[in-house]
Nanobody
């Protein structure tokens, strides 16, 4: 089973940017769906961004053009560029592959 390792989380001020990375143990060009979800205590995990092989992307309604998901097949890594971050974006962000494999999560905290 594919293993995923997220990185890039941290503390950022409101309005700032972060880039999350999700490195896969296998060729991501063979993975149909890869994406990012996030979760805060007491709430269900929610979709942040999804990349479907062939180029289709989907974003959560709250993203509103602030985030961009991308795949680097040469590096077998999926990225999430997050701009204009808000305090309500604070969460643990998880990467998945075909909803079958999940990473350990990376904490994003947006605070002044």
């Amino acid at each position: 089973q594919v293993q995923l390792v997220e990185s890039g989380g941290g503390l950022v001020q409101p309005g700032g940017s972060l880039i999350l990375s999700c490195a896969a143990s296998t060729r991501i060009s063979s993975i149909f769906a890869m994406g990012w979800y996030r979760q805060t205590p007491g709430k269900q995990r929610e979709l942040v961004a999804q990349s479907i092989s062939g180029g289709t992307t989907h974003y959560g309604d709250f993203v509103k053009g602030r985030f961009t998901i991308s795949r680097d097949n040469a590096e077998d890594t999926v990225y999430l560029q997050m701009n204009s971050l808000k305090p309500e974006d604070t969460a643990v962000y998880y990467c998945h592959a075909n909803y079958q494999a999940w990473g350990q999560g990376t904490q994003v905290t947006v605070s002044s």
